[in-house]
């Protein structure tokens, strides 16, 4: 499998916090990863660089068949070129209906002309109802999303992220918050999505990355502890200190 | 999947009944104010009520331009009557230039040998910036002997200027007060501008007799009261529908969803700056035209219309009718700017305290900044909030909670369930 994203040598600090230490990181076209690691190991701050939220002090992040570079790109350009992200708190436009929030991520031209004279035909309708299924809120398509349950507005979000059909999916920490059956369906629909693309997802939660079942990260200090599956990594004596002994 | 599920595809009139109901009630109106009008023959509405009739559409109509940027987009722009005076700017330069050019020729007529085009241009010249000490056109009247010129200007003036502005500051990503702020920087260092003589615009006098159209002297304020009635009427009537067309759609999503969360819209990828500064930029215009069907109304434009201060009032307008929806912007207008007609014209009755006579003249600002106080903290939904109590339409129970983390976001209180 190809490399889709590739992070090398990249730091960041912020006032002398070194949040991200020559942290190096690649991932294949579909596959599943699983980030974990302490509070401040930053996995957040690992995934604004990626998404053109914070640029960093040095290394390089080089994504796609044609190898560009995301640091000189903005936000809106990287979320184009196909990186899709999930926030830690669920962050849903309240104030419209989940149609109306699924239909503003469905994957469209994003400039303000096309939009202005955007015009959904029959098969995006159907798109978003299909979406609205796969996360079960067919029911709820007309409500407003500030009226969901803290889970539902995580799946919303996610449908949001499936509808912008991402080539990379970063997903912070999508099982907070959910009940065990919710859970359960998250981690089928991560597993569904990440057939079809790369999808890295950020998570406190062991049971939750056992259920992944795929290959795991660990950061520490900002830099990668530990590489490999579940297993090979909770048995690594540095990974034990510094996480899961605790 | 289930048919049922999906939108039906309504008429847009179906779905937005608000706006042929606004319609509806302007079109009635303006047909009543018409019949009731001196210039038609019943005389109930003097004409100098017409004009302010007419005057209050187009503060209604820069009222939903600020509604737009700001009750939709979340930008607080305090600057927007800049715009909105740079509008009747450039009309007025036309309305002065082509009225006295008409008296220079008459005048010059009675002369032994025709006047060169020379003369003439030295002629209205003189009588134009002799007020200032200069008998010359400054370079930026190169255009005024041309209506449609200048008429393109009225557009092009606060467009390119909002343009400008828009792209230095979203780039930046100058967002909340501050961007408040520096559009009231805009709008100050604009009128500090207009004050100076030698800005080429006639300093503190402003331009002036400008409800005398060049040609037309014969015929009575009373009938070219209504023409501007009418134009304003049909001015804030296609601003409505424009405005409403755009919010219904998926732009209107977009804008909204900057307003209430413009980080999470980003990774979406909109480009947001952009976005705003279509309807910076947008909004701009709709101020300069509704500033060029003002002024002609008011007879006179100076640099105090377009002081900071003129702005905040725009934003305490929409603020009182009740920002994020159009035809609050548009009640707000309407009732604020009439009743302060109502009470700085005079005609309130002063209160006599016994040791203290409450004169309203002086006290009407004191009551409009109270009101605007009240209003933010028990009515944030403001005079619009009324048609919910009408229609039972209920706001959410968030528990305090505003509808997303930006500045703009709407509060609990201002949203629909």
């Given at each position: 499998?190809?490399t889709l994203?590739?992070?090398?040598?990249?730091?960041?600090?912020?006032?002398?916090?070194?949040?991200?230490?020559n942290?190096?990181?690649?991932?294949?076209?579909?596959?599943?990863?699983?980030?974990?690691?302490?509070?401040?190991?930053?996995?957040?701050?690992?995934?604004?660089?990626?998404t053109?939220?914070t640029?960093?002090?040095?290394?390089?992040?080089?994504?796609?068949?044609?190898?560009?570079?995301?640091?000189?790109?903005?936000e809106?350009?990287?979320?184009?070129?196909?990186?899709?992200?999930?926030?830690?708190?669920?962050?849903?436009?309240?104030?419209?209906s989940?149609?109306?929030?699924?239909m503003?991520?469905?994957?469209?031209?994003?400039?303000?002309?096309?939009?202005?004279?955007?015009?959904?035909?029959?098969?995006?309708?159907?798109k978003?109802?299909?979406l609205?299924?796969?996360?079960?809120?067919?029911?709820?398509?007309h409500?407003?999303?500030?009226?969901l349950?803290h889970?539902?507005?995580?799946?919303?979000?996610?449908?949001?992220?499936?509808?912008?059909d991402?080539?990379?999916?970063?997903?912070?920490?999508?099982?907070?918050?959910?009940?065990?059956?919710?859970?359960?369906?998250?981690?089928?629909?991560?597993?569904?999505?990440?057939?079809?693309?790369?999808?890295?997802?950020?998570?406190?939660?062991?049971?939750?990355v056992?259920?992944?079942?795929?290959?795991?990260?660990?950061?520490?200090?900002?830099?990668v502890?530990?590489?490999?599956?579940l297993?090979?990594?909770?048995?690594?004596?540095?990974v034990?200190?510094?996480?899961?002994?605790? | 999947?289930?048919?049922?599920?999906?939108?039906?595809?309504q008429?847009?009139?179906?779905?937005?009944?608000?706006?042929?109901?606004?319609?509806?009630?302007?079109?009635?109106?303006?047909?009543?104010?018409?019949v009731?009008?001196?210039g038609?023959?019943?005389?109930?509405?003097?004409?100098?009520?017409?004009?302010?009739?007419?005057?209050?559409?187009?503060l209604c109509?820069?009222?939903?331009?600020m509604?737009?940027?700001?009750?939709?987009?979340?930008?607080?722009s305090?600057?927007?009557?800049?715009?909105?005076?740079?509008?009747?700017?450039?009309?007025?330069?036309?309305?002065?230039?082509?009225?006295t050019?008409?008296?220079?020729l008459?005048?010059l007529?009675?002369?032994?040998?025709?006047?060169?085009?020379?003369?003439?241009?030295d002629?209205i010249?003189?009588?134009?910036?002799?007020?200032v000490?200069?008998?010359?056109?400054?370079?930026?009247w190169?255009?005024?002997?041309?209506?449609?010129?200048?008429?393109?200007a009225?557009?092009?003036?606060?467009?390119?200027?909002?343009?400008?502005?828009?792209?230095?500051?979203?780039?930046?990503?100058?967002?909340?007060?501050?961007?408040?702020?520096?559009?009231?920087?805009?709008?100050?260092?604009?009128?500090?501008?207009?004050?100076?003589n030698d800005s080429?615009?006639?300093g503190?006098?402003?331009?002036?007799?400008?409800?005398?159209?060049?040609?037309?002297?014969?015929?009575?304020q009373?009938i070219?009261?209504?023409w501007?009635?009418?134009a304003?009427?049909?001015?804030?009537?296609?601003?409505?529908?424009?405005?409403?067309?755009?919010?219904?759609?998926?732009?209107?999503?977009?804008i909204r969803?900057?307003?209430?969360?413009?980080?999470r819209?980003?990774?979406?990828?909109y480009?947001v700056?952009?976005?705003?500064?279509?309807?910076?930029?947008?909004?701009?215009?709709?101020?300069?035209?509704?500033?060029?069907?003002?002024?002609p109304?008011?007879?006179?434009?100076?640099?105090a219309?377009?002081a900071?201060?003129?702005?905040?009032?725009?934003?305490?307008?929409?603020?009182?009718?009740?920002?994020?929806?159009?035809?609050?912007a548009?009640?707000?207008a309407?009732?604020?700017s009439?009743?302060?007609?109502?009470?700085?014209?005079g005609?309130?009755?002063?209160i006599n305290l016994?040791?203290?006579?409450?004169?309203?003249?002086?006290?009407?600002?004191?009551?409009?900044?109270l009101?605007?106080?009240?209003?933010?903290?028990?009515a944030?939904?403001?005079i619009?909030?009324?048609?919910?109590?009408?229609?039972?339409?209920?706001?959410?129970?968030?528990?305090?909670?505003d509808?997303?983390?930006?500045?703009g976001?709407?509060?609990?209180?201002?949203?629909d369930?």
């Amino acid at each position: 499998m190809s490399t889709l994203l590739e992070v090398s040598g990249v730091s960041v600090s912020f006032d002398g916090f070194k949040a991200i230490n020559n942290l190096s990181f690649q991932i294949a076209e579909r596959e599943l990863r699983a980030v974990i690691g302490p509070n401040g190991a930053g996995k957040t701050t690992f995934m604004d660089i990626i998404t053109g939220k914070t640029k960093p002090d040095e290394g390089r992040v080089i994504y796609g068949d044609k190898s560009v570079s995301l640091l000189k790109m903005s936000e809106s350009k990287i979320a184009q070129s196909g990186v899709g992200r999930k926030f830690q708190r669920p962050t849903v436009f309240e104030d419209q209906s989940v149609f109306d929030n699924l239909m503003m991520a469905l994957k469209k031209t994003r400039g303000p002309l096309s939009v202005l004279f955007f015009k959904p035909a029959q098969k995006d309708n159907e798109k978003v109802a299909d979406l609205a299924e796969q996360i079960g809120l067919s029911g709820a398509l007309h409500r407003k999303s500030g009226e969901l349950s803290h889970g539902q507005k995580q799946w919303l979000e996610i449908g949001m992220l499936l509808a912008q059909d991402p080539r990379l999916l970063l997903v912070d920490e999508p099982a907070a918050g959910m009940t065990p059956a919710e859970r359960e369906h998250t981690t089928d629909i991560l597993r569904e999505a990440a057939k079809t693309r790369a999808v890295v997802v950020v998570e406190h939660d062991m049971e939750f990355v056992r259920r992944l079942n795929c290959k795991v990260t660990v950061l520490h200090e900002g830099s990668v502890l530990a590489e490999g599956s579940l297993d090979h990594v909770t048995k690594n004596e540095q990974v034990i200190e510094v996480y899961l002994g605790r | 999947m289930t048919d049922a599920a999906l939108p039906r595809r309504q008429p847009f009139a179906l779905r937005f009944p608000s706006v042929m109901i606004f319609l509806a009630i302007l079109a009635l109106f303006t047909v009543g104010v018409t019949v009731l009008s001196e210039g038609f023959g019943m005389g109930v509405i003097s004409t100098s009520f017409i004009k302010t009739l007419g005057k209050t559409l187009c503060l209604c109509l820069v009222a939903l331009a600020m509604d737009l940027v700001w009750g939709y987009c979340g930008i607080l722009s305090l600057g927007h009557m800049a715009f909105f005076g740079l509008g009747g700017y450039a009309i007025g330069m036309w309305l002065m230039y082509a009225r006295t050019e008409i008296i220079v020729l008459e005048s010059l007529s009675a002369a032994a040998l025709p006047p060169t085009p020379q003369e003439v241009s030295d002629g209205i010249a003189t009588q134009i910036f002799g007020v200032v000490g200069s008998s010359e056109f400054p370079p930026i009247w190169a255009f005024a002997y041309s209506l449609p010129l200048q008429l393109a200007a009225v557009v092009l003036v606060p467009g390119v200027l909002a343009l400008i502005f828009g792209w230095l500051a979203f780039r930046s990503r100058v967002t909340g007060v501050y961007l408040s702020i520096l559009t009231q920087a805009m709008t100050l260092a604009l009128s500090l501008h207009l004050f100076q003589n030698d800005s080429g615009l006639r300093g503190n006098n402003g331009l002036s007799g400008l409800q005398n159209l060049p040609g037309l002297g014969e015929t009575p304020q009373s009938i070219v009261s209504l023409w501007f009635f009418w134009a304003s009427a049909l001015a804030l009537a296609l601003g409505y529908l424009l405005c409403a067309w755009i919010v219904s759609g998926k732009f209107g999503s977009v804008i909204r969803a900057i307003r209430d969360d413009e980080a999470r819209v980003r990774f979406l990828g909109y480009p947001v700056e952009a976005f705003k500064l279509v309807i910076f930029t947008l909004t701009a215009v709709i101020a300069g035209i509704a500033g060029a069907l003002y002024y002609p109304q008011a007879g006179i434009v100076n640099p105090a219309e377009i002081a900071p201060i003129a702005s905040i009032y725009l934003a305490v307008w929409v603020a009182i009718g009740g920002r994020g929806r159009l035809y609050g912007a548009v009640i707000g207008a309407a009732f604020v700017s009439l009743v302060s007609t109502w009470f700085t014209g005079g005609q309130a009755p002063d209160i006599n305290l016994g040791f203290y006579t409450i004169s309203w003249v002086d006290w009407w600002t004191v009551l409009l900044g109270l009101s605007f106080v009240g209003v933010t903290l028990f009515a944030p939904k403001g005079i619009g909030g009324l048609v919910d109590v009408l229609i039972d339409r209920k706001s959410p129970n968030r528990h305090g909670a505003d509808l997303g983390p930006d500045h703009g976001a709407l509060r609990e209180q201002e949203a629909d369930k």
